[in-house]
């Protein structure tokens, strides 16, 4: 039995879910409202203390970490394989996703909170003392520190600068992965594809296609994946459309980057 705790527009949950997609697998979901702080109650966080999504449960084992939850679920259901036979080849692989644990994912969430979230929370936690009641909930103290600065600073945080920064310089490495392969990886679809596939929908979600604009094969490789029944099944079906919409009307104007 595989349960997951997810949401629907997670960019972590979406990679998940894209995986057992591809894998045929069936599972069971839990859905929690991030926004309305369902992450923070108690019984969740006595399944993960830290208050992040996603966290699959498979046979009473509890998994967390986005990418650690890919990587079990391709060692433990191998069917359509996502990882390359050979060693290298999946040395590789990883290599790629652990640049999103290293800074990618902190980095989409500041661009997404700096453009397009950051006036809601302050709505919705109008008062000090509010707002200092939200930011106490988060578990990790370096997690609420960077949401501080994000809610204080905006688009003038330089976390956003530099997270910019981070995101032209995949694009281009990507481009480059992508200029003679179909696929991130020269093997063939793999898991690489279902990990960074939702990061740069977020990124076109928030209207900033223009950061590939020199680079089609990025267009091109998202019609491939969003051609696949995991894209359509652990993605697009799950696609919130207050959502999608709250970010593409986001007005703020990006900081300039060369």
């Not at 919409?245 to 703020?252: C, D, F, G, P, V």
Request: hydrophobic share 45%.
């Amino acid at each position: 039995m595989i349960t997951l705790y997810h949401n629907d527009m997670s960019v972590c949950a979406q990679k998940v879910r894209l995986v057992l997609a591809h894998k045929k697998l069936e599972w069971e979901g839990i859905h929690l409202n991030l926004r309305a702080g369902e992450q923070f109650k108690p019984d969740f966080l006595q399944i993960n203390p830290k208050a992040v999504i996603p966290v699959l449960v498979h046979n009473n084992n509890v998994i967390t970490e986005s990418n650690v939850i890919c990587y079990y679920l391709e060692e433990v259901f191998n069917q359509q394989a996502l990882m390359p036979e050979d060693p290298i080849k999946r040395a590789e692989l990883r290599v790629w996703l652990t640049r999103l644990d290293a800074g990618l994912h902190e980095q989409v969430a500041v661009i997404s909170f700096c453009l397009a979230f950051r006036k809601q929370l302050l709505s919705r936690y109008a008062t000090k003392e509010a707002l200092e009641g939200f930011l106490s909930n988060i578990p990790d103290p370096s997690r609420a520190m960077v949401m501080r600065d994000m809610l204080e600073n905006g688009i003038s945080s330089p976390r956003l600068t530099l997270a910019i920064f981070a995101y032209k310089k995949l694009i281009k490495d990507l481009a480059y992965a992508l200029e003679s392969n179909d696929w991130i990886m020269s093997s063939g679809l793999s898991l690489a594809d279902f990990a960074f596939l939702p990061y740069i929908e977020r990124l076109e979600q928030l209207q900033l296609q223009e950061l590939w604009q020199d680079f089609p094969q990025i267009d091109e490789w998202l019609t491939r994946l969003r051609s696949t029944d995991a894209y359509k099944i652990g993605m697009a079906e799950w696609h919130n459309q207050d959502y999608i919409q709250l970010m593409s009307q986001s007005a703020e104007p990006l900081p300039a980057i060369d």
